[in-house]
């Protein structure tokens, strides 16, 4: 990670001669992320450990979306000829939901199921590196960039945290470490505009990692989507 940030801005210093200016802004991020895939689930139920009103979501990869947030510095260069490209760094939460519909569990001496309503999210904190490339369209002098590019997600930890209440009003929940993986890969697109100092941006992020890579038996696909958007104030 610390040698792509350096050959980054080493490229951004040696350009300087070429381009016509640099712009960088720091931006407040959010959106909407959930998993695609097989594995991925609108309904889950959690599992109980003996005798415990706390245990784990059978299936914590819900394809509900949930709220993330985070915040980044963006380094952007845009040539003579409107060209492009540039790099965002920051730090990000990513949040998942699945809803809760039974809970199951031991009451020590027989099995039991109980209908319950509830969610679980999947929090995911990361670093987040996005290198992107496109070209700046001046409409009624206002820019509007069209980015293409790719996210580098280095996934600090992975955590989820559900909470169910059953029918008869026993409430449940779960708090376990659910790291699989250390790094997701997302091509993304953006599109963004500013006014004077502040923009606004929306863009979509899809992953290309497996979350659920080395799991055995049934079927094991769950992989990223952010729906992003967020506000961006230009400090140079």
Do not use: H
């Amino acid at each position: 990670m610390k040698t792509k940030i350096i050959i980054l801005i080493t490229f951004f210093a040696l350009s300087n001669v070429y381009g016509q200016k640099t712009e960088l802004r720091v931006s407040l991020n959010s959106g909407l992320f959930s998993f695609t895939g097989k594995s991925a689930a609108e309904v889950s139920q959690i599992n109980l450990y003996n005798q415990s009103n706390s245990g784990y979501t059978n299936n914590p990869y819900g394809s509900k979306n949930g709220l993330c947030y985070g915040v980044s510095l963006n380094l952007k260069r845009v040539t003579k000829n409107s060209v492009i490209y540039g790099v965002d760094f920051g730090y990000e939460t990513l949040r998942s939901k699945i809803s809760l519909n039974s809970v199951n569990g031991f009451d020590g001496i027989s099995t039991f199921q109980k209908e319950a309503s509830g969610e679980t999210f999947l929090n995911s904190n990361s670093l987040n590196l996005n290198p992107f490339g496109g070209y700046r369209f001046n409409i009624n002098k206002f820019p509007l960039d069209l980015v293409g590019g790719f996210d580098i997600g280095y996934i600090l930890d992975t955590r989820e945290k559900g909470n169910a209440t059953a029918t008869d009003g026993v409430e449940y929940s779960t708090s376990l470490d659910r790291k699989t993986i250390k790094q997701d890969f997302r091509p993304r697109i953006q599109i963004s505009t500013d006014y004077k100092k502040f923009g606004i941006y929306l863009g979509y992020s899809i992953g290309l990692v497996n979350y659920k890579e080395g799991y055995i038996g049934g079927v094991n696909e769950a992989y990223s989507k952010i729906i992003r958007f967020g506000l961006t104030y230009q400090i140079k």
